[in-house]
């Protein structure tokens, strides 16, 4: 299996307070294409942080991540906005829905960001509302739908530009525990039906165990479980 992403010697850290923290201690790490891997560890040890840096929403304080081959800190700005655009999808606990649009418009609005014309989005977007169990909730604002429908939302729009890589941090955490088993069922089912790699950052040892592959994120560094 081809290597989709790779980590070498990543360090991260922040100053606060006029003391420096290290969050991030020298990681390593490999994804295959199609592979999935979930990162546990307790909250605050830096998991967010490392997803971000992986989908370049921050920078490392040091050390390299190697996406197909590519240097991603070599990118400039425009370059890293079309990469995240092109290739990656994100899944975050708190879904970040725009209120004042209905579902079909949030998930179409990559697309439309792209330049997709409005048609071809909104078939794509009703397709994948569709994939997610909520094709009679299309035209719902945020705000009429369950937390769970709401996450459905967030994982269509992620996908709607077909990444390479889906990135979730703790997709389920906000869930109840017979929704976050649908989102972890829906998230499975992706990765063996469309073939997306999948990085999630979560507590949830259930969750992990039904990923297969497992490190733990702890005083800085990855631990393969």
Known sequence: MSNLLQVHDLHKSFVEGGEEIQVLRGLDMELGERERIAIVGESGVGKSTLLHILGILDRPSTGRVIYRGKDLSQLSEDEIAEFRNRELGFIF????????????????????????????ARSEAEQLLTAVGLKDRVSHRPGKLSG????RVAVARALILSPSLLLADEPTGDLDPRTGEEIEHLLLQLNEQRG???VIATHSRQLATRIGRQMELREGRLFVL
């Open 148 to 151: 769970g429908e709401q996450q």
């Open 196 to 198: 997306v790699a999948l």
């Open 93 to 120: 606990q708190f879904h970040y829905l725009l209120p004042d649009f209905s579902a079909l418009e949030n998930v179409m609005l990559p697309a439309l960001i792209r330049g997709w014309e409005w048609e071809k």
